[in-house]
């Protein structure tokens, strides 16, 4: 943390702040609406500068002229695996070890299954409690269709505990949705390893807001979101990780051509192509992957250190700027207090928060809210400036002064929260 | 057919032709690139013009300034559901039966998975010999993973004898995706439920190209692709059709949020939502399925009917303009010799097929390779000229005589045939 006056902070010290960042330039690289303040980027990143003119080209030259010619001339079909080195790079994985394809939760079907098999004998899938819901429903739908396994929930301090040799894979998220808490990646991975399970993590909340060691940690098998901190555009394709040893050993249920040995020689019959190209099933959205391609391209230019720390420093501000200017009107943190023990996001209760939520989005001022009471900010270090913290907790106070929630038309839940 | 002359055709008779097509104005509503023949949009629909618009305003206004509001501002989230609907109007479906999401094969596996689930006590899986590789894979990935179940091939004119009363489901591609052969969707529906089996249809060489009933013939189940016939880019999402009647009964065990019967509570246990919805699954590629939701648009202006028509009229001049043009040169038709019995593609074999096709892309005109021998030709009606048929056999003839087979480079098989 930098060293900031023990009086209250003034707008001045979060200049100086800005001023001083050595992340500031990456702002001007995306398309920013005036007037927005935007702590949402762990559920949608904004729009990369770089986007427009490569789904232009994408578009027009490579789908409008190449036509079919494309899959080669443009390499379209080695797009899964070149971003999926990217995003490798950015979650400390080894290389071939990450794949772009289908979603987090058809992705966490595929792992969850070879996993399985490759622990026979044992019937038990462990999950977070209170973990990202599709995270549960994706281990429930896939027992259901194999039967005779059980899921286990336990809290996430209480996981080590709940380990045992009937858990053939633990499944937990990096950083929790709604709390923001980041789990141990190296402990709990060593502990699932110590009773012969396999440990699958969800990244969907970290990657590309928090540094990690997949291959060094020993990790086995990984997911992750690409429209969150990739910003790689609404409904992005998702990216799937498998230990390098492991690859030979896992196959997955979703046995689609392209994972295929020899996808263009349509053989009658399923061979798995070697290494992570396996885990590849139909054929990827070229136009979605493209964008998420051009994203991961900006945040490799970023130093993950220098990412993560200006996280914690954002973290740790905006947590003082809401006890010096929110004080007594409500709010509550939630989720650990420490920010190096919060992914780059942090949530605060308040029991209106629905109304709190929708009345900060009235002023410009964007978190999402997470039920029952939860306000939650993601705090992007590549494009929020400490300005916008200020900013943000005093329309958050002023909010909260005007009692939104006797507003009527505030109460009514949108569709999507 | 139209009255021809029965001399050989010449440039005018096919001008003509064109002069009198219905269906010219279309040409213009596509980006074409100059000098190509585009005989492959059965394998990737070639650029609406409309399109690059559509994604630049969800590009930059959308995401760019809705950010994560775009969900409910610009209606992302009804996106699956609506261009359900107007596929479900190119295939014969009733309202509410159809639903965007996922990758062909990844809705196969739903769809097999549910299929399974709702014939308990059958343990047979039903596949037309031969059909196209994929949908046999995924079958196999299913069967592996649950177990006491197996994979029965016929050859699709012994299908209907194949049926018994062990047959879960029975998985047939409507038209052949090599041959061009047109299935009986309405008997060989039949016959499956005469034996208590659901039919599972793949539309993907037929969509938007050969006009069905789906409703009409009590299909049960159907899935399809986006980027065919239907011009939705490479890798458009696919789609998934269940008949209303079975809604209730089915479900599938890729349970993700978006399938839950209320996404947004983030509940603790999975429930399918009603109807379609419970076959979504993860977030869907908003960039990907816009330019699909225009495609579809286009394809909608025109009549189905009248799309037929002509695609009945390209084959039988293209099959003709070959008997006349390029006799003795070592072709042959694959596939019925009546265009009625095919999808709107021809399909010609000759020993040294993949040179030949390498030749005609040299010369600009693009149809695919399948193996082993096969050049496949997509007559798509709503922009291939009469004339270009004649342009194409000219190019085709010039390409034989050339014996390409003989050039050492045209020998090498690129990455996607």
Request: with cysteine; hydrophobic share 40%.
């Amino acid at each position: 943390m930098s060293e900031l006056p023990h009086r209250p902070l003034r707008h001045s010290d979060l200049a100086d702040l800005d001023h001083r960042d050595p992340l500031a330039p990456f702002r001007r690289r995306f398309q920013l609406p005036k007037g927005v303040i935007y702590l949402d980027g762990n559920s949608l990143g904004p729009l990369p500068t770089a986007v427009p003119e490569r789904l232009s080209r994408v578009i027009e030259e490579e789908w409008g002229r190449s036509l079919i010619r494309g899959w080669n001339d443009h390499d379209w079909i080695g797009l899964p695996l070149r971003v999926g080195e990217k995003i490798g790079r950015l979650i400390g994985a080894e290389s071939g070890e990450v794949v772009v394809t289908d979603s987090t939760s058809v992705n966490l079907f595929k792992l969850l299954a070879a996993a399985l098999k490759a622990r026979p004998g044992r019937s038990t899938v462990l999950v977070e409690e209170d973990g990202f819901p599709t995270d549960t429903y994706m281990v429930q739908g896939l027992l259901d269709l194999v039967g005779g396994h059980r899921l286990r929930r336990a809290p996430a301090e209480k996981l080590a505990e709940a380990l045992d040799d009937d858990v053939a894979v633990m499944l937990v998220g990096h950083v929790h949705y709604r709390s923001g808490a980041l789990r141990d990646l190296h402990g709990l991975t060593a502990a699932a390893h110590h009773h012969g399970a396999l440990a699958l993590w969800d990244l969907a909340h970290s990657a590309g807001a928090v540094p990690m060691e997949l291959a060094a940690c020993r990790v086995d098998l990984a997911v992750g979101c690409g429209y969150k901190f990739l910003n790689g555009g609404p409904g992005a394709p998702a990216f799937l990780y498998v230990a390098r040893r492991l690859q030979d050993e896992l196959t997955q249920p979703l046995s689609g051509w392209l994972g295929h040995a020899d996808p263009f020689a349509f053989e009658a019959d399923y061979r798995p192509a070697p290494g992570i190209a396996r885990h590849l099933c139909g054929t990827p959205p070229i136009l979605s992957m493209a964008a998420l391609d051009t994203a991961c391209d900006l945040l490799l230019e970023a130093d993950l250190e220098a990412l993560r720390a200006k996280s914690l420093e954002l973290g740790g501000i905006f947590q003082r700027l809401v006890e010096e200017r929110c004080a007594g009107l409500g709010l509550e943190l939630a989720g650990p207090a420490d920010p190096r023990q919060r992914g780059s996001q942090i949530s605060l209760r308040h029991p209106h928060g629905y109304a709190v939520v929708r009345a900060l989005v009235e002023r410009g001022v964007i978190p999402d809210f997470r039920g029952p009471d939860v306000i939650r900010c993601g705090l992007a270090p590549l494009y929020l400036r400490y300005a916008d913290l200020g900013a943000a907790v005093d329309h958050l106070r002023q909010a909260l002064e005007e009692e939104p929630w006797r507003r009527p038309e505030l109460q009514t839940r949108q569709g999507v929260p």
